[in-house]
Structure formats: structure tokens, C-alpha cells
């Protein structure tokens, strides 16, 4: 949510009367391209992000060299993650991203609940012109490209 709270002052600051926010908080950063990762349940493991050109940005090589970044430290899990996962670069290389996951149930009862992932991507985060992707993903044991 800091993220997103830093966007919306970096687009409207001049709208905005900020004074009950603490300016520690207070860190714009506009990056080209911006993904979220979350689930109504369960856990996200393995999550990847191919960039164009084969750079892999994942929980062990969270940075990548060109500027691809993802939490892997926020909650202090390395290989599992019970929250979303961001992916964030401030300078996109044009071409195609590959996101991948491993997402684990072990709640299998008659009646479950089905699991989903919603990836949410940013285009121009925190610019004028930003644009928001939302893609909602039912986990059954397929996959999507």
C-alpha cells in the first residue's frame, strides 16, 4: 500500500494536504513497469520474472542487472511467501515478461474453496499516463501462458 499511497501523491501532491503523513513516508518512485502477485489463500512459492532477454528475477537473485527487483526479504521467508509478491523496474526493457509460480493448497477438503491468483501489472507507475492490468488466474493444476 506505501507504494501505491507514493503514487497517488507523486500524480495529485498540489490536490493533497499531507501533513498527518509522516515524510519519512513519503518516497516517490515512478518505475516503467510494476507486477503484484496475491492469492485469496494458500501460499506463493517459486515466483519468477523472465525479462526479455533471459535475465531471471526470483527469491534467490532478487535483483536483476537490468534493474528488475522482487521482495524476496519483506516478511523474511526466502522460498515461500504467505503475501503478495512485488516485481518491480524502473527502466523497462522493451519485449516480453514471463511470470511464473508454484502456488500449493494443502487445504483439500470436500467443498474447498477454489484458489485463485490475481496479477495486477502497472504500466508507467506513478506517471501521468500509468495503466493497470488486473488478471484473475484459477489455480487447477494448469498452465497458463
Known amino acids: 500500500m506505501l507504494s501505491e499511497m507514493n503514487a497517488m501523491i507523486a500524480l495529485y501532491k498540489d490536490q493533497l494536504d499531507l501533513s498527518a503523513i509522516p515524510s519519512a513516508l513519503i518516497r516517490p518512485i515512478a518505475t516503467d513497469l510494476r507486477i503484484v502477485l496475491d492469492c485469496n489463500k494458500g501460499s506463493l512459492s517459486g515466483v519468477s520474472i ?3 532477454g533471459g535475465a531471471i528475477c526470483n527469491y534467490s537473485k532478487p535483483v536483476t542487472k537490468n534493474g528488475g527487483i522482487l521482495n524476496s526479504e519483506q516478511y523474511g521467508y526466502s522460498y515461500y511467501y504467505y ?3 512485488e516485481y518491480q523496474v524502473m527502466h523497462a526493457v522493451n519485449g516480453k515478461y514471463k511470470v511464473s509460480l508454484n502456488y500449493y493448497d494443502y ?3 470436500p467443498g474447498k474453496i477454489p484458489a ?3 496479477m495486477v501489472t502497472f504500466r508507467n507507475f506513478g506517471k501521468v ?3 493497470i492490468k ?3 488466474v484459477i489455480m487447477d493444476n494448469s498452465m497458463v501462458k
Open 116 to 118: 485463485f491468483v490475481r
Open 129 to 131: 499516463n500509468q495503466s
Open 83 to 85: 503475501g503478495p509478491a
Open 107 to 109: 487445504q483439500s477438503y
Open 50 to 52: 523472465r525479462e526479455p
Open 134 to 136: 488486473v488478471e484473475n
